[in-house]
């Protein structure tokens, strides 16, 4: 009989990390193992609904102590701009002691973490296995495993001359510099130190980069899959959006979704929303209101919704972003190309637009548009924005049915999905992975 095992799971206080954690918690639940889930209190109510296994599931509620510079109130990343992210940092290294006194009570058999890199020093006081699961993708890791590198110059050994930042890419990198160099800081140091590296990602994607962090770090790394929950068949699409789509020509719609953190200018809110435009077909744009704004509709180009108004809509609140793909009218997802929106875009059918905004967002979709050549870049200008001419010319590009891009882009990408969409491919890592923590939990060398 297969022992049980207790893991800790300690993720960034952001959305976009903790609810893949909680879809890996369900897998280890699922088998029988218990998780202690640990999270800033305001998250439980948003997070509780993906626990699929109570019993086995349990949230250990941390309080966020207060930090000079961090808005009152605030518990995760979606409580403030990405600019105050540095923060919100300086808060989850606050509650160490809280961390501790829990794993001192419940004596864990190991625990999984990303960004509080001290996990691992605290883990061997108390003889806990510690094993980092990296929310980000192996393509950001890597490529920065090399911190200050030239633009344009791949790190000794990288496995990739494309997958690469750029000269234009300068200013969305300099512009959150010290975020970035400390966020580096923390995943390197975890790598280091941690007993194993484990990665939301699989070998389909991103096999070389794995495998040069493998060699980097000296360390055995274990993969995932991307840990994307099944679409749930109780919850359908709302009336409103699957209504509006239905009138729409299969394939003909243009969505576009910029993530939770992605607060844009005025200025650039509205060149997006006239970029749409310009396209001439249909558009549903789902992001939230910008900088100085309450409200969608007050920040609107002048004129723009009588213009639009039979066929775009710019909305301003959550979407259910997976079940707007899976619609037979959506035909192209433009995206920041975070790392859980690459995935959704992956296991659809839509043609892949991509608009990085930060830093690791350039990198994924370099990977994707010049790797795997599944999708297009929008390029940027010197300003670090996108001309309209330039969004819109991309989005042409692979809706025309007569592109050779939007042609080659489609073969590719159909061809990728098929292979990560094949019988057993994805629970066979899941299994796998947990069948490598089971040996982590039974192996006294490491003690």
Known sequence: MVQKFHAFMFPWFAFGHMIPYLHLANKLAEKGHRVTFLLPK???????????????????????????????????????????????FAAMDLTRDQVTAAVHALRPDLILFDFAYWVPEMAREHR?????????????????????????VPPPGYPSAKVLYRAHDAHPLSSLSIYYERLYH???????????????????????????I?????????LTGPMLPELDKSKPLEDQWSSWLTGFRQGSVVFCALGSQ???EKDQFQ???????LTGLPFLVA??????????????????????????VVWGEWVQQPLILAHPSVGCFVSHCGFGSMWESLMSDCQIVLLPLLSDQILTTRLMTEELEVSVEVPREETGWFSKESLSAAIISVMDEDSELGYLVRRNHAKLKESLVS?????????????????????TNLD
């Open 128 to 152: 806990v296995k510690s094993v980092v699961y990296n929310g980000v993708s192996a393509t950001t890791i890597a490529h920065n495993h090399v911190p200050g590198s030239e633009l344009g």
């Open 42 to 88: 305001k998250a439980q109510k948003q997070s509780e609904h993906h626990n699929l296994f109570s019993d086995n599931i349990l949230f250990h509620l941390l309080t966020i102590p207060p930090v000079a510079g961090l808005p009152a109130g605030a518990e995760t990343a979606s409580d403030i701009p990405i600019s105050l992210g540095n923060f919100l």
């Open 214 to 222: 493998a060699r980097q770090y000296q360390r055995k790394v274990l």
């Open 423 to 443: 019988p057993g491919l994805l629970t066979g890592y899941t299994d796998k992975f947990v069948e490598a923590l089971q040996d982590l939990v039974n192996d």
């Open 262 to 264: 992605i607060t844009l």
């Open 287 to 312: 992001v939230t209101p910008p900088k100085g704004a309450k409200t969608i509709q007050e920040a609107l180009p002048e004129g723009f919704e009588e213009r639009v108004k039979d066929r775009g």
């Open 186 to 212: 923390r995943i390197t140091t975890g790598l280091m130190s941690c007993d194993i590296i484990s990665m939301r990602t699989c070998e389909e994607v991103e096999d070389e980069f794995c495998d040069y």
């Open 271 to 277: 060149e997006l929303c006239l970029e749409m435009e």
